[in-house]
């Protein structure tokens, strides 16, 4: 599914406490799987690693689509930072070294 597709079936999921979320990208192609509390989590296919994939759990503002479309940006550009993708969301600089002083 395209894009637009993966955000639709995120909302049409009504993600519920505890549901995890798997999602990947090949090339511009997302897929999506949902994982309720208890169960195991989705692997990833054997048949070849996908370019970029999470795992995210959180709290799904159902009753609010800006918000929604907040907290789906914020999956995605989380998701393509751990490839490389820009801007680098690293939380802390590489100069700050363990423990971190702030």
Do not use: K
């Not at 990208?25 to 989705?42: E, F, I, K």
């Not at 692997?43 to 689509?65: K, L, N, T």
């Amino acid at each position: 599914m395209d894009r637009e597709g993966l955000f639709s079936a995120l909302v049409e999921a009504r993600l519920g406490e505890g549901d995890v979320v798997y999602v990947e990208r090949r090339g511009d192609q997302y897929a999506v799987s949902v994982t309720g509390p208890g169960q195991d989590l989705a692997p990833i296919d054997p048949a070849g690693f996908p370019d970029v994939w999470v795992y995210w759990s959180g709290r799904w503002p159902d009753d609010d689509p800006e918000r929604q479309q907040l907290v789906f940006n914020d999956l995605l550009l989380e998701m393509e930072s751990m490839a490389g993708g820009q801007p680098d969301r690293c939380r802390w600089d590489p100069a700050d070294p363990w423990p971190h002083s702030h």
